[in-house]
């Protein structure tokens, strides 16, 4: 504190002046109108600087001129030409509490600066500091007002609480991060809080930036959108920053891109791109803070507090996963454990020297390997380091070097994201030159590029960019070039993770393999994805629209059918399992039987939704498995690749303790897999489970169940909802939107005409009552409401995951929930009894019905029946199948239905379904609900419960006592 026999009243009289100073200028203000706030620019940073020096800071103030932006603060201040925080002025009588603020704008504005770490609030008579959006101490409020009380309008006790609370705010110092995740938690707010900033320079078109993000796309990344941009900028700007740092700079703001020249030229080019005085000007208080940030970083003490010496290796995660956690689903970005990389890298190595001749592995001279999702680059460290030390034990450490060179240049990788490329950058080309190795003349050639974008077609603007991205151009020319002639041998990595989706305001995702999925637009032809999509059911192949897919057919492509490519090699990656046994990938497994002459699948498990969960070796909930594949001779597409199944159980730890003991192939246990070319990746058996139809292939109409987004409308009993609805109807306009809970896709109702209440699904067993009406929900699936009818089941289970013990699926004659089968997405995919309310009193053969075969586009029912009938409808199948004749020897390309959909005309399944169905009835069950009974009457584990039943999944070798029907879930 300012000793208050000597310095104490000049913190008073500063104060005293900026009242008095403040009260003249506002009674001009009848004269000369002006906006409030803007009075306080002339008067509040002198008195900071004056403060700042009576404190013994050498303080410096900005005033920002006003913009159409918006955002930036109104004044920057530095110590020292530091930057250490900003002032947010407000108009006297708002205050400085922004919890309080009424005004919409002040309230988004707080918003905006809610990663600030260093924020001060002013009105002239309220004080308060911010600090990542939390209050730091208390607000210092004058007793008067500096509109109209002069010189009075502080007290001295004013004077010690502001004096402190300056104090505070000029001390401000980064703090410097002890671990590689305090780096990740420091540095993600402010990443944040520039990319804000971005977004709102671009929405105004005329600003500098948005120039800069049309000039970017035009040259670089042509489907960017403007969030993409301010996404893109701001990881830039922070990596190549923190690069800087970590290769020695101190002076970031004046020599950070120069640093950066010797070994990552594109990150220095980038910077000095992004970094233009004008665009910069508009982000000039963020910017400062990254700088001032990551300039107390002390690259020393990271090292010493992380794993292996090695501070990237969970980095980019850690950042991510507190900078923007929806980023990283959207983009699949999760840390591939250790021991994962060793296991596919050791039997990629043992491949490449028994299947090819390549005695060094990874590191004989014509092995090119190549990661299209090269993330942190873990997969390329750990195969040149595999291959190095396969050198030193055959020829021993003099020739480290050398190979070390060798390997750098025919290494490759590809990344979309400007984070995990830089760190790429800077692992690689430590891991190159700490092993003796020299840096190709271009530098590490991990290139800035988007995997799954045309290898042939360059961005609009590419001819034509600037001067001063010619180097943009050149690496984007680099990596096209790379991905269209370069043979590769070795496609290796963990490709991300992402099922697109059709949600009008999700702009992530959809342009996302553009050119997998349909190709370029001036060629003719489609996508290289179609390869996968003619044979697979139509019902099924949105599960194919999956970024891992993409990279699947990508690989490929690029190993195996790309002109330029040796029609030989390796492709060996770890994602989602669901193409093993899914029915939507059918057309994928026939694929992958047909361009390899050996896979290898290791099943991981790792269910995080089934009934029975499975630990998984990430921080996800879906299943994984690694595959490798290897074709090492001319490729025979008339007979399918042998397949070798292992799956490894137990928990996380037990698992990558099993696949850190995987030496080579000869060390895991592989069971042979079913060899039909669309057949499961998975151990053949002595049950006849995958001869069994598949019950998305008997019921090839599913349907979404409803979905409200808000409970209010549903109730245990009828009158509630009915209560609910009233009270919506008769509240006041501007209540009604948080009373009825608004939605993107559903308002306040213009129509508030009461609804009828009806009984509803709405969980497992737990009947309740909703308002049907579609003016309560915002999904409301009137298509399945039209197929209702008193003889109507509706069938829910959990087909899109792994079933564990348990039910399996649930049957009830009530419109279900989309979360009915187990309370959370179980219901995504309800299958109805019948296609539509009619079609059970016709008894015939009708169009309007769903099940497909024989001489019938459309059959007259789903099945779902018991013994008495089972035997029969088998037969009808077999037979079926057996008269079928010369369509069972196709060419498995023609195939696009599994073998007991092929059918010669002139046999009529939809006949012995009515006779199987007649079977029925004459057992004693005319009512289909019964089908679901099951058992002996009173068994303890098919109780019949009215209007709702379960099926017991059942073993598969072991019939069911009544004999349902042999359809897989």
């Not at 080309?429 to 271009?442: C, N």
């Amino acid at each position: 504190m300012i000793d208050s026999m000597t310095e104490g009243p000049i913190m008073l009289q500063l104060l005293r002046n900026l009242g008095a100073e403040l009260t003249a200028n506002f009674s001009s203000s009848m004269a000369i109108p002006a906006q409030a706030e803007d009075q306080l620019k002339l008067f509040v940073p002198r008195l900071l600087e004056e403060a700042g020096s009576a404190l013994g800071f050498a303080i410096n103030t900005r005033t920002e001129a006003l913009t159409k932006l918006g955002v930036r603060p109104d004044i920057g201040v530095s110590d020292a030409m530091l930057l250490i925080g900003h002032v947010e002025l407000k108009a006297p009588g708002k205050g400085a509490r922004p919890n309080s603020f009424t005004d919409e704008h002040d309230r988004k504005q707080f918003a905006k600066f809610k990663d600030h770490p260093n924020l001060v609030y002013t009105d002239g008579n309220e004080w308060a500091l911010y600090r990542e959006g939390s209050l730091v101490g208390t607000v210092v409020s004058a007793p008067g007002d500096v509109r109209a009380n002069g010189a009075a309008s502080y007290s001295a006790k004013e004077a010690i609480l502001l004096e402190e609370l300056l104090r505070d705010f000029f001390g401000w110092n980064p703090i410097v991060p002890k671990t590689p995740r305090d780096l990740a938690s420091l540095l993600a707010p402010l990443t944040r809080l520039l990319r804000e900033n971005v977004s709102t320079a671009l929405a105004d078109s005329t600003s500098a930036l948005s120039a800069l993000a049309n000039e970017w796309r035009d040259v670089f990344f042509p489907d960017a959108t403007d969030a993409q941009f301010a996404d893109a900028y701001a990881q830039t700007v922070t990596y190549a920053l923190l690069l800087a740092r970590v290769e020695g700079e101190a002076d970031l703001p004046a020599h950070a891109a120069n640093r950066l020249d010797a070994r990552h030229g594109l990150l220095a080019q980038v910077l000095r791109v992004l970094e233009q005085k004008a665009a910069r000007d508009e982000v000039e208080s963020a910017v400062g803070l990254l700088e001032r940030a990551i300039t107390a970083v002390q690259p020393e003490i990271l090292v010493k507090s992380a794993k292996n010496n090695d501070i990237w290796l969970y980095f980019y995660e850690d950042f991510l996963a507190a900078y923007d956690p929806k980023l990283r689903k959207q983009t699949g970005v999760y840390y591939t454990p250790a021991e994962v990389v060793r296991a596919q890298v050791t039997l990629v190595a043992e491949l490449l020297r028994d299947r090819f001749g390549k005695a060094l592995g990874f590191a004989s001279d014509d092995v090119t390997v190549l990661d299209p999702g090269v993330g942190t680059g873990t997969y390329l460290l750990a195969a040149l380091q595999h291959g190095l030390d396969a050198v030193v034990d055959e020829y021993g450490p003099g020739q480290r070097g050398p190979r070390a060179t060798a390997m750098a240049r025919n290494f490759h990788g590809f990344e979309r994201l400007i984070g995990p490329y830089a760190v790429a950058h800077l692992r690689l080309a430590r891991e190159i030159i700490g092993g003796g190795g020299q840096l190709p003349a271009d530098g590490v050639q991990v290139y800035l590029t988007d995997t799954l974008e045309s290898p042939y077609k360059a961005p609009p603007g590419f001819a034509h960019a600037p001067l001063f991205e010619k180097k943009l151009a050149a690496e984007n020319a680099r990596a096209r070039k790379v991905k269209a002639e370069l043979p590769v041998l070795v496609c290796i990595g963990n490709p991300p993770y992402f099922r697109e989706t059709v949600e009008p305001d999700d702009e992530s995702d959809e342009r996302q393999g553009r050119w997998i999925k349909r190709g370029d637009e001036d060629k003719p032809g489609k996508g290289i994805l179609q390869t996968f999509i003619a044979g697979t059911p139509g019902v099924h192949t949105k599960n194919l629209y999956n970024l891992y897919v993409y990279f699947w057919r990508w690989a490929l492509w690029k190993v195996f059918e790309n002109p330029k490519s040796a029609g030989r090699g390796v492709v060996s990656f770890i994602t989602a399992s669901s193409y093993l046994r899914g029915p939507g990938f059918s057309g994928m497994r026939q694929h992958l039987r047909e361009i390899f002459d050996e896979l290898w699948i290791i099943d991981l498990g790792g269910e995080g939704r089934a009934a029975r969960k499975s630990e998984n070796v990430f921080a996800i909930q879906t299943p994984v498995a690694i595959a490798v594949g290897v074709r090492h001779g001319p490729g025979d597409t008339e007979t399918p690749a042998t397949v070798g199944y292992a799956r490894i159980e137990g928990s996380r730890s037990a698992k990558l303790g099993k696949l850190a003991a995987i030496g080579g192939f000869d060390s895991i246990a592989w069971q042979d897999c079913y060899s039909g070319w669309d057949e499961p990746l998975l151990p053949e058996s002595d049950a006849d489970f995958f001869s069994w139809p598949a019950l998305t292939d008997l019921f090839p109409w599913q349907h979404s169940g409803v979905q409200f987004k808000r409970t209010w409308p549903i109730a245990p009993e009828r009158e509630t909802p009915l209560r609910r609805w009233q009270a919506l109807a008769t509240a006041a306009a501007d209540a009604r939107p948080a009373l009825f809970r608004e939605t993107r896709d559903r308002k306040v109702p213009k129509d508030l005409d009461t609804p009828a209440p009806v009984p509803y699904a709405y969980r497992f067993f737990d009947r309740q009552f909703c308002l049907g009406d579609t003016r309560a929900g915002d999904f409301i699936r009137p298509v399945l409401w039209a197929s209702q009818s008193s003889r109507q089941l509706f069938m829910t289970s959990l087909l899109s995951g792994l079933l564990g013990d348990g039910p399996a699926a649930v049957v009830t004659h009530l419109i279900p929930d989309m979360d009915h089968y187990r309370g959370s997405f179980g219901a995504k995919h309800v299958v109805p009894l019948w296609r539509d309310s009619e079609a059970p009193s016709r008894g015939t053969i009708g169009d309007d019905c769903a099940f497909r075969g024989g001489t019938h586009s459309r059959g007259s029912v789903y099945v779902l029946l018991c013994g008495a009938c089972c035997t029969e409808l088998r037969w009808a199948v077999r037979r079926r199948a057996r008269d079928s004749g010369p369509a069972d020897s196709a060419h498995p390309r023609s195939r696009a239905l599994p073998p007991w959909y092929r059918a010669r005309p002139e046999v009529d399944l939809a006949a012995h379904v009515r006779g199987a169905l007649r079977s029925c009835e004459r057992a004693g069950w005319k009512d289909p609900a019964k089908h679901c009974e099951g058992g002996e009457a009173g068994a303890a584990d098919h109780r019949r419960i009215p209007g709702a039943a379960r099926v017991r999944r059942g073993d598969a070798d072991a019939p069911c006592r009544r004999g349902h029907v042999r359809a897989r879930l």
